[in-house]
């Protein structure tokens, strides 16, 4: 029917054990969604050449970045070696109240803070097919030591356990079928009534 | 992962304004979707030739059809032309527990009785693109007089308030593009993580 239309757009999160392959599904996504935007994270690393401000990231300095993180106008954030790195909250707000849907890949303690600050988002936990798999993914991919990989390994123990606070879990084990499984789970979401706007009613 | 298993099937509603296409869509997803079953009705009215108990309906007599009524053992029940026809709960429930997911067509009221009875049934409101194309669609294959046809054009008026109360909506311009959005909805239902059986805890 012509007069239904959304709210506002719809925050998708892709989140998993570090190794599951969250970036490859993301950059997948959004080259097949239309209507699916990039988030902009924050950081206070320095920009490489040919990376503009607003596009890439926002580069902002420790104290601009702390500040803000004060003010809770991150939705996450954490510190990577030596450089913090965020969600601004204010910029997701707006493209979500233009109507743009935004999709993000982040690791389970982003994922986690992120429902905690906006419950409706709509969080996707990617599982690799098994344990074993997922660490010869680990392993093929790293330069670590031998150590540094069980602990990650060991970490994705536990962080397969925090599926059961997620709204959908994928299976990727195979990029194409886990990029479909996403592409559902985004289109039932549009479809959903309770993201509709209410005519107003006048008496 | 190995280990992770639905808890029970879901039973997915489809319904809508009279004239809509209820039918021609379920139809077609019955065929389309794996792992998808028909409902099997219950009702009062004589057995067709070729038809068969069990499979096209469940036949009773209209003291044992009361009767179920009585025990609460339908999901939803009304009378047409003077014969019943209900959703048996205990069929149902029975596809449901080993893992079937079930899809039905039916009148709003019935739906609405249904997410009564089953709360975590999913309900699809399908949508006319305009009530003007409805009323062509009715007009179109009725052989009703005109003014029935304005009481269903008015009823139908009614049931697109009902809109609100349902979990999607899906408008049926066309077919194919109807069919392939409640396909996504099946899709994401089937990875929501809410349905997963829980591992049980053991100390």
Redesign the interface.
Known sequence: ??G?KRERGILFVISGPSGVGKNSVLTQLLKEVPGLCYSVSATTRQARKGEVDGVNYFFMTREQFLEKVETGDFLEHEEYVGNLYGTPRGYVEKELSEGCDIAMDIECRGAAQIKRMMPEAVLI?L?????EELKARLLARSTDSQEAIEKRVKKAEVE?GE??T??????NDDLRTAVE?I???I???R????R?K?PSVTK
């Open positions: 029917m012509h239904l936990f599982t690799p097919p098994s344990m397969m599926i059961y997620y709204d959908y879990y994928v299976m499984d592409k559902k789970i289109g039932a979401e479809l959903k009534v309770s509709l209410r």
